[in-house]
């Protein structure tokens, strides 16, 4: 890899404001009556236990590009960290340098996971003002960092276990991603045929939370940033015969940023969110929705570079009912039911969608690819199918 200092940095090409409406399904919405204005999501930041080779597994595998970087060449002797992008996604992949490191202590706890769900907000003191009279716990007090590319203000509040949401502003900056960063680019050279870009956004974040700890965190997404129910499932809608789930919805102003909030519910076996909060040691982040508007491309590309899917049946594809359920989508039924890929209908439209197995060692987190047309939902309609694919995977690692 190359370290260049390039002052006349270019971002990599965003997609249009049309291009994420139709992706993860915006709403209108007016700013000026937020108590907590939020412009979207600034980036994921993950700590890992080898961030170089985790860096590169995004970029070879995901699609992802480097384009930043912190570390030990340039002054950062703590840890190193990579900045990636595909489309508006951000990941920011950490890893300790320094064994004394407090990344060291985080790691050995949770193993690979996301630290920070970093927001993009006009005005970081405002929201903080805000959420300090509501309840928040504040982490990093508003301030300004500042270099040659200009200044970031920012702050940090506390969420679920040991997560936490940084509020930035950007207006001001220009440079790569933080003050202390350069500029970086791999050499990695993806196969001749393969798109530029799997996914081009971040469609939402879902964070796994105690038993009886959903409706609590609810309330701080409504309460502390304004948030809005989105959505909600509970009962028979997320249960098999032996494990089940609650599940609630919260949305910024716009649906930009969207987090599903799980808790574990009873069940004949153990619920996934149990085995997540075992080896997790704690609520963290469970999966992350990457907006893909070619799923069957990514799906291919995925697999060709070793990405493990989610199996689902092939009863799933013949049950009479799915097929009048989700009426005409884009490809023939057999398209999807070659590559494992669900549909769900509602009445807003459809949505395609698949679920890898966890990309850590633990059983904790993983992606999924999803591809919108009009519906706003998340796939209620497969959640039987997801859940029973997933108690196989939590089967055969004997955590059922
Ligand atoms: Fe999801």
């Given amino acids: 890899m190359t370290i260049e200092h390039l002052p006349n940095h270019r971002p990599t090409a965003l997609p249009t404001d049309g291009e994420l409406r139709r992706l993860v399904g915006l709403v209108e919405h007016d700013d000026s009556v937020d108590p907590f204005p939020v412009a979207g999501w600034d980036a994921l930041v993950w700590v890992v236990g080898n961030a170089t080779q985790t860096a590169h597994y995004l970029e070879s595998a995901f699609g992802m590009r480097l384009e930043a970087y912190s570390g030990p060449e340039t002054g950062n002797r703590d840890h190193k960290a990579y900045v990636l992008r595909s489309g508006a996604a951000r990941f920011v992949i950490t890893g300790a340098v320094d064994p004394d490191s407090p990344l060291v202590a985080h790691h050995d706890r949770h193993g690979d996971g996301v630290v920070d769900i970093a927001l993009e907000v006009p005005d970081v003191d405002r929201c903080i003002e805000w959420a300090r009279t509501h309840g928040a716990t504040v982490l990093v007090e508003p301030h300004d960092d500042t270099d040659e590319f200009g200044t970031v203000r920012s702050a940090a509040i506390a969420t679920y276990g040991e997560t936490r949401h940084t509020l930035i502003d950007r207006s001001r900056y220009y440079g790569p991603y933080l003050p202390g ?80 909030l799980n808790e574990p519910a009873a069940g004949k076996k153990r619920s996934q969110i149990d085995e997540y909060l075992e080896f997790y040691r704690g609520p963290g982040v469970q999966h992350i929705a990457l907006a893909t508007g070619d799923i069957l491309d990514c799906v291919d590309t995925l697999r060709r570079e070793g990405v493990e899917f989610l199996e689902t049946p092939d009863a799933y594809y013949s049950d009479p009912e799915l097929r009048a359920r989700i009426g005409h989508v884009r490809v023939p039924v057999e398209q999807l039911q070659r590559r494992g890929i669900l549909v769900d209908r509602d009445e807003d439209g459809y949505l395609l ?25 998340f796939g209620k309609g497969n959640f039987k199918a997801l859940f029973q694919a997933i108690e196989r995977e939590q089967e055969a690692r004997g955590n059922l």
């Fill in 181 to 260: 960063y350069i500029v970086r680019h791999s050499h990695y050279q993806p196969r001749a045929g393969t798109s530029t870009r799997l996914f081009q956004a971040i469609d939402h974040v879902v964070g796994n939370v105690e038993l009886g700890m959903m409706d609590r965190w609810v309330e701080f997404y409504r309460d502390v940033m304004g948030f809005t129910n989105m959505a909600e499932f509970v009962g028979d809608d997320i249960a098999t015969d032996y494990s089940a789930l609650m599940s609630k919805v919260v949305a910024n102003g716009n649906h930009r940023v969207k987090f599903p």
């Fill in 353 to 377: 969608q698949i679920f890898c197995k966890p990309i850590t060692d633990r059983p904790t987190v993983f992606f999924e690819l999803i591809e919108r047309h009009g519906s706003l939902g």
